[in-house]
């Protein structure tokens, strides 16, 4: 037996750093605790708050998911492959584990159990967290058949109140009227990729309106992020972090 601990110790250390080492965090004090951000790459997020971990569209190809914590909540914004993985899902799933995701998303994860369907609007109270489900779609940028690359009610974005903080993780969207409308937003995550999503100048053009604390560019792709610092650079209420995703 005494020759067994020290290997389990081991084992236990390793899988922290490598944990630590995988992944960038930032931490934001609220009134409950600590709220810990995990950034993993392209859509793919996860938060730990209160003893729970929360993920957001997470996705095989972009992070190690059978080393990352199992979830106790895991939402989806939409159904595309690059957000919706069913195969993350498993590896994260636990006993308990509930999935918000959208109509269309449950319509293709037939065999998944523990679904919450949330519609654009929809407000729930889970794990003492605060969910409300806004719109996520294209208005300029759109297929060669005419429909855009996100329709609207399709999809959602995430604001999340973590305490006395709000996040809002936006889905693959531009820069709407229902963001722009947003109030007390502490941190943001918007969407800067062509054609899918936003240009740099459509993230400042929401962010001036809503004004969050911090704003993450995120699902970024290629695009050149000095340029959105450049455009934010005399917004002083706004915090631009650029991580790397």
Excluded at 195 to 224: C, I, N, Q, R, S
Aim: with cysteine; charged share 25%.
């Amino acid at each position: 037996m005494k020759k067994i601990i020290p290997l389990v110790l081991t084992s236990i250390l390793f899988a922290v750093i490598t944990f630590a080492q995988d992944l960038q965090t930032d931490i934001f004090e609220t009134n409950k605790g600590d709220l810990s951000i995990h950034f993993v790459k392209h859509g793919s997020i996860f938060f730990e708050f209160d003893g729970k971990v929360i993920h957001v569209d997470p996705v095989t190809r972009m992070g190690d998911y059978e080393n990352y914590p199992d979830a106790d909540l895991i939402l989806i914004t939409h159904h595309h492959g690059d957000h919706l993985d069913l195969n993350a899902i498993a590896l994260l799933k636990k006993e308990n584990t509930k999935i918000i995701l959208t109509k269309k998303c449950q319509e293709m994860s037939e065999n998944l159990s523990d679904i919450i369907v949330m519609n654009n609007g929809d407000i729930l109270n889970i794990n003492q967290l605060e969910i409300e489900a806004i719109p996520a779609y294209n208005i300029k940028h759109k297929r060669e058949n005419g429909n855009p690359f996100h329709p609207k009610g399709e999809g959602n974005g995430y604001v999340i109140t973590f305490g006395d903080k709000k996040v809002l993780v936006a889905g693959d969207t531009e820069n709407i009227p229902e963001i722009k409308s947003l109030e007390n937003i502490n941190v943001a995550f918007l969407p800067m990729n062509l054609p899918y999503t936003m240009t740099p100048e459509m993230v400042a053009d929401a962010a001036k309106e809503f004004k969050p604390e911090v704003l993450y560019p995120y699902h970024y792709g290629k695009t050149d992020t000095s340029q959105l610092l450049e455009l934010l650079k005399d917004e002083k209420e706004i915090e631009v972090r650029i991580k790397k995703m």
